[in-house]
């Protein structure tokens, strides 16, 4: 297998996470089990959970923590990781913490943007994460496309793309998934957010056509029905509707995973014969949760790893269930240090 098989592009940030209460969460307006976009609002809150709770700082950003996750399965030297972060502290603790697990990060740098950064708050079993993109929202399609980055573009096998890059370049997602389709690679991207599909409807659907893998949540999916029109609240349907929209690789069939937390996983494969497949999770006792934070990243990260391996389907899904299996039994989202080797 070449060197860096899997390229990855998203929205980098470094996580804050502190166990808080609703109190907390009142006091921002923020909901248990949410993700959301900073607004001025919400912007005290980053200095607040620094200094008056017991922060645990992560290499975050939903991509990356995918990316991290493939990288854990994977030989060494298999996944790249683009963004943007700042020429800061923060910045040079993501590619530290980047390194350290094995990714290679190629950071465009934003010298008049702080890193981004996303509050985590942590209630019992449910994270609310508020997010200020800063530097992260400052991606440019030019260095996408500047030489070095480009060649890592031409020798990667499969795309991933967080869909909260949606908010950030769309010129490079599409970039990404017209040099997939040109060229018979797999074009992979991550529904994400509820809100992203409520109110970033145009950019999701101009990048639609080049899906080939589509990895979202039973949340997710409703919202994707409900902002299309759909008419329907089942999950199934839902992703035959996602599967057989139009395509530009039409080489392959599209494929949709939809994760339902402790429900089975539902994957469904479009075209004429459109079929549909049920996989149940790896369970694990209550007891050994500690955070759910990022289980469905890591999920996609296990996923991501069996494609590059050429897994089947069935496959692939086990081990994004297994990936995350372990996930959440760390102050996530966070992988095991003592190492775990999938199948042994």
């Given at each position: 297998m070449s060197e860096y098989p899997l390229f990855c592009l998203g929205n980098p940030l470094l996580g804050i996470q502190v166990n808080g209460d609703q109190a907390l969460l009142d006091k921002y307006g923020l909901k248990p089990n949410d993700a959301i976009l900073a607004e001025e609002k919400h912007l005290p809150i980053y200095e607040e959970i620094t200094t008056n709770?017991?922060?645990?700082?992560?290499?975050?950003?939903?991509?990356?923590?995918?990316?991290?996750?493939?990288?854990?399965?994977?030989?060494?030297?298999?996944?790249?990781?683009?963004?943007?972060?700042?020429?800061?502290?923060?910045?040079?603790?993501?590619?530290?913490?980047?390194?350290n697990e094995g990714v290679l990060t190629k950071y465009r740098i934003e010298k008049d943007q702080p890193t981004g950064r996303c509050g985590v708050i942590i209630t019992g079993h449910d994270r609310s994460m508020v997010t200020d993109l800063a530097a992260a929202n400052h991606y440019r399609l030019e260095h996408l496309q500047s030489p070095e980055i480009w060649s890592y573009v031409e020798n990667a096998k499969i795309y991933y793309v967080g869909g909260y890059h949606l908010t950030?370049?769309?010129?490079?997602?599409?970039?990404?998934?017209?040099?997939?389709?040109?060229?018979?690679?797999?074009?992979?991207?991550?529904?994400?957010?509820?809100?992203?599909?409520?109110?970033?409807k145009e950019q999701l659907d101009s990048v639609a056509?080049?899906?080939?893998?589509?990895?979202?949540?039973?949340?997710?999916?409703?919202?994707?029905?409900?902002?299309h029109g759909l008419d329907t609240k089942d999950i199934t349907e839902i992703a035959k509707s996602i599967a057989n929209l139009p395509k530009k690789n039409t080489s392959r069939p599209r494929v949709v995973v939809i994760t339902q937390g402790t429900d089975p996983t539902v994957v469904v494969t479009g075209g004429p014969n459109t079929t549909v497949e049920v996989y149940p999770i790896r369970p694990i006792e209550s007891?050994?949760?500690?955070?759910?934070?990022?289980?469905?990243?890591?999920?996609?990260?296990?996923f991501l790893a069996g494609l590059i391996q050429g897994k089947d389907l069935k496959t692939a899904a086990d081990m994004g269930h297994w990936l995350a299996s372990w996930g959440v039994r760390e102050p996530g989202p966070a992988y095991p240090s003592e190492k775990k080797v999938y199948g042994a």
């Open positions: 709770y017991s922060p645990n700082y992560l290499a975050g950003g939903a991509a990356q923590n995918a990316a991290r996750g493939a990288q854990y399965m994977l030989p060494p030297k298999s996944v790249v990781y683009v963004g943007c972060a700042g020429q800061d502290a923060f910045g040079e603790a993501l590619t530290s913490a980047c390194v950030v370049c769309v010129p490079a997602i599409l970039a990404l998934g017209k040099h997939a389709a040109d060229t018979g690679k797999i074009f992979t991207m991550n529904l994400s957010a509820p809100f992203l599909l409520q109110f970033f056509s080049y899906w080939d893998y589509v990895i979202g949540n039973e949340s997710e999916a409703l919202a994707y029905s409900e902002s007891k050994d949760i500690v955070d759910t934070n990022g289980a469905g990243d890591a999920f996609a990260g296990g």
